[in-house]
């Protein structure tokens, strides 16, 4: 099993510029979640996925859209990045909302 | 806003030695899970406790969950180099799974 994949792993946008970052599971979990990590400020949810289409907002949402089309993908999208997009976003899949939360690689944004 | 607050944020220690890491909230959560992340990879889940007063060991790990269940302690014992990395702790909240991450303890165990 591969577990949770993210894909890229480092992209430079200009400000303005849109992407989608994409993350797949293979384990069959039912929820997935985003994060964006900013030094010194830990992991900060961006928007999370409780089953296949379905999303809601986390802490940090403003920004950033996501769609479950399908169980094994979670996808975010930025429509217009800014600077202070610049971070290292991780997506992560569980099994229930009581089980551990297993994380991709992550991907390194930097937005100029 | 729940919030959680781990001291200290930066640690440097010799092999050998002992050290605790703080994460205190005013909140109550109903679960806390630590994990350890290495540069370049994602955070990788070391222990969940869901019971005030909880103790779970892990090797040289000792992990403590508070009778409140609004703070957690995390001591190592005979700290080695591959124990260097950055512990995050995180408290589980409602029925989604939804985690609240603390900023993190960077650690580093010298040779």
């Known amino acids: 099993n591969a577990g949770v994949t993210q894909t890229p792993k480092f992209r430079v946008l200009k400000t303005g510029q849109s992407m989608t970052l994409l993350c797949a599971q293979d384990?069959?979990?039912?929820?997935m979640y985003w994060y964006r990590q900013d030094p010194g400020m830990g992991l900060r949810l961006i928007h999370y996925s409780v089953g296949e289409g379905t999303t809601a907002k986390g802490e940090v949402p403003d920004g950033y859209n996501v769609s479950r089309l399908k169980k094994q993908n979670f996808l975010l999208g930025l429509e217009s990045a800014a600077p202070s997009q610049t971070s290292v976003y991780f997506c992560a899949s569980s099994f229930s909302r009581f089980y551990e939360q297993y994380f991709g690689p992550g991907t390194r944004l930097t937005v100029t | 806003t729940q919030l959680l607050e781990q001291s200290p944020q930066f640690l440097s220690i010799q092999e050998g030695e002992n050290l605790t890491v703080y994460c205190n909230s005013s909140?109550?959560?109903?679960?806390l899970q630590w994990y350890r992340q290495e540069p370049g990879e994602g955070p990788v889940l070391l222990v969940t406790v869901v019971t005030g007063g909880e103790v779970k060991k892990l090797k040289r790990l000792t992990f403590q969950f508070g009778d409140a269940r609004k703070d957690s302690s995390l001591h190592i014992t005979a700290a080695q180099p591959g124990d260097t990395g950055l512990y995050l702790c995180?408290?589980?909240?409602?029925?989604?799974?939804?985690?609240?991450f603390g900023q993190g303890t960077t650690l580093q165990v010298k040779p």
């Open positions: 384990m069959n979990h039912e929820y």
């Open positions: 909140s109550v959560f109903s679960s």
């Open positions: 995180a408290g589980g909240t409602g029925n989604t799974g939804k985690l609240i």
